[in-house]
Structure formats: C-alpha cells, structure tokens
C-alpha cells in the first residue's frame, strides 16, 4: 500500500498534494503495489472530502485538538501512529516547506529510509528507485532506499502533472483515524500565520515569468513586454543586460548572477541565451522563445520558438490572449 | 573609521609560485639558522590558493628541486612528465611538422602540469610551515615613509557600486613589514606603482607583453598519448605577429591548450580571442577536439620582454619577484621556474637583510647579485634580444632566436625595440586606409558552440564570480574613450579583451561604452594595450574573480 | 548561551561536474571546495546571537580530512572552537548518516541551541537539521527568518510558501535551519585569521555502523530531451498557433 500525506493549511488542501497523488500512482504502477490511502491531519473535513471525490483511495482523517494549527511534534506524534496502523511500503508527500519541517523526523522515528526532492520514478518492479536533483541541479542522482520501514518519498512541486491524476469510478470512504497525542509533548508553539510584502521579488515563486533581453531594444519599449506579462498573468523579468542598462531592477535578473527561476512557462522576448541566461531558466516546464536570430542559443533550450519579430508577434499574442 | 594595523617582519604580496617559493624559503632559513622568529605573511586576492592561477603549464623542476628536495614524497601534483615533443608550422588548413625541435622547445625532464592544482600544494607546504596565508586580501596601495616601502594597504570590503560603504564595510588593513616582496604577477598594480613612483624601470628596454588564452578540455580516450607536448607557430597569426599555440595532453583525456598573441600587433582591429578559435578550428586542432568537452577557460597576460626589460628589482624595503619583475623565458615559454627561482633569492635576500638589520636598497641589492650569479640570469641574458626581435616579423624572429641559441646570445650590440607593445597599434586608417567599411574583428571566425565559443560562454567557464554590488575596478578615461580611441582605433578594448569586460552599446543618444567589470578574469590585457593608456585596473574586492580549477 | 553551528564544505559554486568513473560519485580530485552557502547564514546568526547574548560558538561539521578548511573560515569569522567528526567516508555519506555522526559527537556538549543552514548545495537532502534535531531530542523549526531570545525562551520567524510566515515559540535547547539571506554575512579579518590557527579544533571518530537511507546508484548529467518546435507563418499565424499549443499542449496557460 501507499499512503499519500496530503496538506492543507487552515483548512484548504495545498494543490501540491494533487501532484504527490500523481506520483502515488506512477509509483504504484512501476512497483506493483495495488492500492492507495490517503491521509490528512488537522481540521480538514472539505479538504478530505475533496481528496475523497477525486476516488483514488480510501482516506483517513487524522484529528485531533494538538494538531489544529501544525507543529512539527504533533504532526510526527500523529503520522507515526497512523504509518504504524497502516503499514505501507511507501509514504509520498510533496516537497513542501510542511514536509521539509517534519518529515525527517518521523521518517528518522520510524528509523526508515527517506529520499526528498524526487522528480522521477526509475528501477525495477521490486526495487524501485527515484531521480533526484543533486549539486544545485548540475547532476541527475538516481537513488535508491536502504533499510527496512516504508520508504518515505518527497515529490518536487512541478515535477508531475495535478491534471493527470486517474480518478476513481466513485468517492473514496473517509475514515476517522484516532490517534493518541500528549499535548504538553509538543513543544513548539505556533502563533498564527501572515502575510508579509515580500521585501524583494522573489521570482522563483512565481508560476510564469516574461523576460526581456537586449532584443527590446529601448527601455521605452518595455510595455510591449508588459502587456505580454499582464496577458499571461506573469512576472516580468530579465537578461543582464537590461538589469545593467538600469531598465529593470537587479531584482528581476534571471541568470548566474540573478534569481534561478524554474516556472510553468517562461518566455523569452529577446533573448539570445547566452549560457549565464541558461543556467538561471532552463528547469522551467515549458519555455518559449521568440528571436529575430534563428542561430540564438536560446531554441537549444526552448520548447517552442518563433523566429521572427518580437513587437510583430507580442502583440498579435496579447490579442489572441485577450481574445478567449 | 579605525583602520586595523599589522605588522609582520616579511610580507609577501601575491600567493602565486614566486611568492610561496619566497615564503617557504623565509621559513627553511629561519628553521636553519635561527634567531629571533620572523613572522612571514602572504597576501593573495584569490579567496583559495591558486584560484587565480594560469600557465600552459610545462613546469622546469629545476628550482622545485632545489626548494622541495623531496616534492615527489609530499605528493607535488606533476600531472605527467613530459614524453615527446612536437612542434608544428600551420598554414590555414595544412600544417608542417619541424623535424627537429629546436633546443629551446625540448621538455625531456620538464612536466606538465596544472599550475592551479600546483600553487594550491605550494601554499599547503607554505602553511604546513607557519605561514599566514591570506587569502581574498587584494593589496591596494603601496605604503612608504619618504623614500621607503614600509607596507601595503588592502582594499576596504563592503563598498557598493556608488562608493558608499555597505552594513558589512570592513575597511582595508594597514600591513607593515621590514621587508615587503611584491610577487603581484604579471602587470601587478602594486609593482606598476612602484615603477612609476621610484623609477625602477629607468634605462630598461620598455616592457613586452603577450595575451595567453587557453582552454582545458576532455577529450575522448587514447586522442593524444599523456605526457605530449605540441607548440605550433605560424596560422592564425600573421608574419608580422607574434605568437602560437600549444597544446599539452595530461592523464585521464585531459588536454590543455592555448594561444598566446604578442600584445604589440598592429592591426586594431585584430582579436586574440578569434585568434585562439581559428587555431581550434585548424584541422590539426579540430580533430583531437571533436567530441570532447570544454570544461575551463582563461586568459591572462604574460611578460615577454625578457632580460633588458626586467626593472630593478629592490628598493628602500622592498623586493620584486616572479611575473611582477618580467622574470620569464619566452623563447622556452616558461616562467614558473624563474618566478619560484626570483622568490627564493629574495627571501634569501631579505632574510639576510633583516638579520643584518638593514633593509635599505643597498643592503637590498644583495638580491641583484643572487640573481646575476644563478640560473635566471644564465637562462635569460642570452636570449634577451629574442622577444624584441620578434618585433621584425616571424622569420627575423626565428633567426634571431636559432642565433641566439647558437652564439648564447653573445651580441655585440642589443636590438633596440624601443617602443612599448601598444604603441605600435595602428589607427584604422592608419592600418587599413579608407577601405574599411565595418568594425568587426579582422580575424572573425563562426562560433559553433561546440569546438569555438564566444567570450561571454568563456566568462562562464573561468569560473569568474565578483560582488555584484561594488564600484568598478576598471577605471577607464571615458572622455578619451569616446571622442578619441573610438574614432581612430574603433575601441580595440572591446576586441584585445578576452573576457567581453568592454562592450559598446548602440543606443539612441549614441554609442556608450559599458564596462562588465563582473566578467574580468584578471588577465591585466586591458591595462597593457590600451592606445591611450586610459584603462588602469585596480583590485576588486577581494576574493573575486576567476577560479581556474584545473588549469 | 552555548551555540553549535552544523556546517558542510561542498564544491565551490562554479565548479564543473566530472564523475567517478563508477558514476556514483563525484571525481574529488579536482574539486575546489567551499562552506556551504546556506550554512555560512547560520554561522553568521550563531555569532550575531552571541554578541547579543553572550557565551560561546562551536563550529561543528561532519568530513573527510579537507572540511578542515571551513571549520578554519569560520573559526577566523570568529567562532570559539571546532569539533570535526573526520571519516573520509563521510564525504558521499547521506543525511542520516551525516545527521548520526554530527548527532553522536555532539551530546555530551549539551548545547542550549544547535543552527544548521537549509540545505547543502550538494547533496541537498534538506533532511540532516531536522534528523540531528530528533536524534538529540530537541525540538525543531526550519527555514528560519529572525531569531528572538527572550529570558531562556525562543521565538522565532519561520518562512511558509507563498509570502506567508509564522512566529513559533519553543524552549530551549532547539534546533532551527536557517534560511538564506537572513543576515547579511560579515568578511574574514585578518586578526581573525591569525587567531584561528590557535583554536581548537577537536577531532571525533565515526561511530561504527551507522545505517544509511539511501544509496546512490548513479549520477547524470540531467539531459534535455525535448526537441524545439518552431512555429512558422506570419506573426499573426505563428502568435496564434503559439497561443494554442500553450493552452492545448503545453497547458501553461
């Protein structure tokens, strides 16, 4: 069996979970294993109903006062009891900031083998094993668990596809699974959670980006770009030459001497590619690049390219974008 | 603002072979003869030992020997001892093995080997006796008391782009020393003061510089034998120009190669950088490339003026050893040996000097003797007329050089070459007439991203890195930049560059020249071949720049 | 206040990648090494903190021989004293090993709080904090933005997805890994240099048998298989038909 932990966080399941489900079950399918349970701790009756209409497994809901607001001590004193019900011979979560808080320690409790950060599934039937990112991403390790325990799986967020979830014939049951938790064990004490303008724009966070390069030509030609960026519901950003030209903040440099970014989709107006570029985009999902100069380096990385004129093209997107 | 003060008996500005050398020789002396304990500091703007490193490298072990009698036991990294020799004329897609190689280009005994990896043990042996290494302290300015060295100041840290000192400042240290060494390099700004300001280069021949580029590749198995060493002449330079390439092949497919470009061309429009990839594109080059993968790049100068250019190398409290006082072989193309040779001498030297209790120029210029009765002397004066004869073109040059060898260089008369390197680049219309329509280098070639590159994928590969946020440490006369240097020499900055530091940009009030001050790999070439004269590099912060894992 | 501070030594940032030619590691001769990025944040906290509260930083790391040049940084950015577990072994060694070892040699220090960076460049298992925090029986919280010690009591600022953030309050002893950019790093002197050669660096034998989690089966260059797809036709045509694939193919719209 495996048992997907899902998120959530007052209440609203994290869109994160869906991706570990889709990882669940490549899983499954690559080691044979048949079924699938899903659980979710907190007050979280609409996140398990959502998780259950999706019907890819049975899911267990894990509450309990300690763990109304998370902390890491309530979520491990919790989830150990439920894995040690359960049994299961993986444990998928997303690699969220949640996870990364509590997981290695209740996979160390449970004195199991823990791989984060997965974006692939690999091996054989008996023995599966997962790609990793390691040295920043300039290496590919494929990993494999040792020892016994179930082995506790981290996705990366964006490495597999929400929309490609198999969903069941009907909904999922929902269990209520009781644990026993000491409340005076937890010794974190959360308070409660805000928002804060971000101090700088932190365009790794950002789900499309539009980046200009020297193509632009003039910082009044900005805008072009813009509409673009407005269209797409993106961020703007740029090459160096435009941060050092002063036409955008340093803040919005993508490059080895800027922000390394790895959105959904990336669109390149401008854009030659030169390799400092490169390294700072090139894991985005889908990238797009449009250049009057066929030999740009930056089509060796693109997905879909058009050769041609940028103020030409950018505008007939943004009407074709507004069109629908 | 409280500046810190140190004081220290030597200290040694630059941790490169010349410096190391003369810091382990300083603690074998103290070892040796004892007396009141001498503390010895190094000075280096690399964050790490030999970070900052570059040479072909072929190393002569002749004063390694003499340093580090049992280098081998403390594990020296001599990637492969030299096995064959070979040196090749090239025309543009033909070349022409010599069948003998000349004395001076034969290696038997020498090794080749990765001068980074090779200074990164050197400063190991340093520390394992005492030494203070400090790294990522660039020296900023000499200090003296009248007529005397007494010191250096490093540079402040923490200095955003418009001056302004950022919440880190930390700023420069005032290090004095009874004795300071200048091992700065090649164009070292410390020794370019010292120069200027005490005329030490009065009634030399004027200094001679080239621009060495190289590149470290991995190469398929079994391509070139480890332990090869191949020098060509000839294609892509011109009659005129001096230079060549070499390629050295190590264990394992590693395989380092190069092309130097003398630094007194006259063409401006000529690009060392084209030169290097036209040489790569030459069959001869190509074929032991193809299918492998670039994995370092670099450049820096070297001088070549030899024996008459070499300044004098003491003064009121200091020493100039290595790369910093010209101490270079050219027609061997070695220097490593030299620069660890001048090293010891001067730590022999100042050691005595301190135990005398004098370090005035005169006690000082015991050093001049050490060096007239060693090695470096019976090495450099016979060839000394080489470089400058280079001057007349190729064949002139080889002339000179066979009869250099040949008489050991028992002339009556020394050639007079007696214009520095950038004063005999021509203007465009000096060089080409009025034919010339664009300014393109003259030498272009096609980048394929495979076998040639451009600079900036280059710049990515030097592993260069510098705070972003700090002023520029090339400081330029923008005024001669534009209304002069552009007009007549069409901003050769922008092609004798290696690292595309200088770029003009085509905006609509006009051409602007910006300075990538980020992507300067060190290589001092900007400071050298200027027309005018109006680039002068300074220190940037310290611990930036390239890192030449490797090379 | 006592004060341990977990730092890695990994390849420098603009190091090339050559494997071994088993391909389960990394070739480490020619590899130029740094303190780890993030780690270098902690450090930078732990000194901040005992400036304002007092007591001692020790710098702790868990290496092969080399990590010696770290424990050396950052003793001349002015930590106290070192302790080095040495095992050449720990050089590929994973999380849970790493986090035993450090865990282990520790203990008996009995620090009042332990500071580790996010992850390491390296390896990037984001696991050895929180594991070293559970095997010492302290509590924990990651990704760090301020620190507050008020009276033997600690409060801190943790950084949620999105732009959110959290106060958390725990006692002491604890364990937090601290986010990148949290402060902002102080340089090396060189009176801090000198000092360093003279503090201890005290050097602790690798506990035998210690279980790894995972093993490393082999390492890639990532490789790219897409193929470019060029859209032609007039800037009309080709916007248009980029707009589609996006929305249809791609689904990034």
């Known amino acids: 069996m495996i048992l997907v932990i899902a998120e959530q966080r007052g209440g609203e399941l994290n869109r994160a979970t869906w991706e570990a489900l889709v990882a669940a079950q490549q899983l499954a399918k690559r080691a044979g294993v048949s079924s699938m349970t899903v659980a979710i701790a907190g007050d979280a009756a609409a996140a398990a109903q959502e998780l259950a209409a999706a019907g890819v497994g049975e899911v267990l809901t894990v509450a309990h006062p300690a763990l109304v607001s998370y902390a890491p001590d309530g979520y491990v004193a919790a989830l150990a009891q439920v894995i040690q019900l359960q049994s299961p011979r993986f444990v998928v979560l997303a690699h969220t900031y949640q996870a990364r808080d509590f997981v290695p320690a209740l996979a160390t409790r449970l004195n199991a083998p823990l791989i984060t950060d997965a974006t692939a599934i690999a091996g054989a039937a008996d023995a599966p094993t997962f790609m990793r990112p390691m040295f920043q991403g300039k290496l590919a390790a494929e990993v494999k668990p040792v020892g016994g325990g179930p082995c506790f799986v981290t996705f990366q967020i964006g490495a597999f596809r929400a929309d490609q979830l198999q969903r069941g014939g009907g909904p999922s049951t929902i269990t209520p699974i009781a644990v026993t938790i000491d409340a005076s064990a937890i010794r974190q004490a959360p308070e409660e959670p805000f928002q804060e303008a971000a101090r700088a724009v932190d365009l790794s966070q950002a789900a499309r980006i539009v980046a200009v390069g020297r193509g632009i030509k003039s910082k009044e030609q900005l805008p072009v770009a813009e509409a673009l960026a407005k269209a797409l519901g993106a961020e703007i950003a740029a090459s160096r030459p435009i941060c050092d030209s002063g036409w955008l903040p340093m803040e919005r440099q993508i490059g080895s001497s800027g922000q390394t970014v790895a959105p959904k989709l990336y669109v390149a107006l401008g854009i030659s590619g030169a390799i400092q570029h490169l390294v700072g985009m090139k894991g985005s999902r889908t990238i797009v690049a449009i250049n009057k100069d066929a030999d740009a380096p930056i089509f060796e990385v693109a997905d879909y390219g058009i050769v041609g004129d940028l103020f030409e093209i950018v505008p007939a997107m943004v009407a074709e974008l507004e069109k629908a | 603002m409280t500046r810190e003060t140190l004081e220290v008996d030597v200290l040694i500005v630059g941790g490169g072979p010349a410096g190391l050398s003369a810091a382990i020789r300083l603690a074998q002396l103290q070892q040796q003869e004892g007396g009141d304990p001498l503390s010895i500091a190094v000075l280096e703007k690399a964050r790490d030992a030999g970070a900052h490193m570059l040479s072909g490298a072929v190393l002569d072990p002749s ?10 036991e403390r594990g020296a990294p001599l990637a492969a001892p030299v096995e064959r020799d070979r040196v090749y004329f090239l025309a543009q897609s033909s070349s022409y093995r010599l069948p003998i190689i000349p004395p001076p280009l034969r290696n038997h ?66 290090i004095t020393a009874k004795v300071t060494i200048f091992c700065d390099g090649v164009r070292g700004n410390l020794t370019k003061e010292l120069l200027r300001t005490f005329q030490l280069a009065r009634g030399r021949q004027p200094e001679q510089f080239a621009l060495g580029i190289k590149e470290l590749w991995d190469v398929p198995a079994g ?7 191949i020098h060509s002449l000839g294609y892509p330079l011109r009659q005129d120009e001096f230079g060549g390439g070499f390629i050295y092949a190590m264990p394992e497919g590693r395989v380092s190669l190069g092309f130097v470009v003398g630094l007194d061309y006259k063409d401006p429009l000529l690009d060392p950088h084209m030169a290097f990839n036209r040489f790569k594109q030459h069959p001869l080059v190509a074929r032991l490339l193809e299918g492998g993968q670039m994995v370092r790049y670099g450049a820096k100068a070297l001088p070549e003026g030899g024996w008459n250019t070499v300044p004098q190398p003491y003064l009121d409290g200091a020493l100039i050893a290595g790369d910093a006082g010209g101490f270079l072989n050219s027609m061997r193309l070695k220097g490593i040996h030299l620069a660890m040779r001048t090293g010891m001498l001067a730590a022999e030297s100042a050691f005595e000097a301190i135990r005398a209790g004098d370090t005035s120029a005169a006690s000082l210029a015991r050093y001049q003797r050490k060096i007239d009765a060693s090695p470096v002397r019976a090495e450099l004066y016979p060839v ?21 060898v040949l008489t050991r260089g028992r002339w009556v008369e020394d050639v007079v070459h007696g214009e520095p390197g950038h004063e005999r680049m021509q203007t465009l219309t000096g060089y080409y007439g009025t034919r010339l329509t664009a300014l393109t280098p003259s030498n272009q070639t096609a980048v394929d991203r495979r076998l040639t590159f451009d600079k900036v994928t280059g710049v990515h590969y030097s592993g260069a890195a510098h705070d972003e946020d700090q002023p520029s440490h090339l400081l330029v006369h923008t005024d001669v930049c534009s209304a002069i240097c552009g007009p007549e020499y069409g901003h050769p900055c922008t092609r004798f560059c290696p690292a595309n530091v200088y770029e003009i940009v085509r905006e609509p009030a006009g051409p602007r020249l910006q300075i990538n001050a980020s992507n300067c790999v060190h290589c001092k070439t900007c400071d050298i071949m200027d027309p005018y004269a109006v680039i002068t590099w300074v220190p940037p912060e310290g611990g930036g720049g390239p890192q030449y894992n490797g090379m | 206040m006592k004060i341990a501070v977990c730092i890695k030594q990994v390849p420098a940032r603009e190091w090339q990648p050559r494997l071994r030619d088993d391909k389960a590691w990394i070739r480490e001769q020619d590899v130029s090494y740094e303190m780890n990025e993030p780690d270098a944040y902690a450090l930078e906290e732990s000194l901040r903190l005992r400036e304002k509260h007092g007591g001692e930083v020790v710098v702790c790391s868990a290496g092969p021989t080399r990590v010696q040049q770290v424990l050396r940084e950052a003793l001349a950015r002015g930590a106290d004293r070192a302790l080095h577990v040495e095992d050449e072994s720990l050089s590929s060694a994973d999380a849970s090993v790493t ?22 460049d390296d390896q990037g298992h984001g696991q050895t904090g929180v594991v070293l925090a559970e095997r010492l029986g302290i509590p924990h919280s990651t990704i760090i933005m301020e620190v507050q010690i008020e009276g033997g009591a600690l409060r801190v600022k943790r950084e949620l997805e999105g732009g959110w953030f959290q106060w958390i309050a725990m006692p002491l002893p604890a364990l937090l890994t601290i986010q990148s950019g949290i402060n902002q790093l102080r340089y090396a002197t060189l009176k801090g240099i000198m000092a360093a050669k003279k503090k201890e660096i005290r050097k602790v034998a690798l506990p035998a048998g210690l279980q790894a989690g995972q093993q490393i089966v082999a390492l890639s260059l990532p490789s790219r298989a897409k193929q470019t797809q060029i859209i032609g036709g007039s800037a009309a045509e080709a916007a248009k038909e980029l707009v589609r694939r996006l929305r249809e193919e791609a689904r990034a719209l």
């Open chain 2, 63 to 72: 004063t390694l020997r003499d340093l580090i009698p049992d280098f081998a």
């Open chain 2, 109 to 174: 005994g020498n090794y080749i080997i990765s001068l980074n990896a090779f200074v990164r043990w050197l400063a190991g042996q340093a520390e394992g006796q005492g030494i203070d290494f400090f790294g990522g302290f660039a020296g900023q300015t000499v200090l003296t008391d009248g007529g005397r060295v007494i010191g250096v100041r490093t540079g402040d840290r923490g200095i955003d782009k418009y001056g302004q000192p950022k919440p880190t400042f930390e700023p420069g240290v005032d």
């Open chain 2, 223 to 229: 391509r070139l034998e480890p332990g090869t060493v």
């Open chain 2, 384 to 404: 000394r007329n080489v470089h400058q004869a280079f001057g007349y073109g190729l064949l002139a040059g080889l002339a000179f050089a066979g009869l250099a």
């Open chain 3, 99 to 120: 986090a035993a070892a450090m865990a282990a040699a520790m203990a008996d220090e009995k620090f009042d709080l332990v500071l580790t960076g996010l992850q390491s």
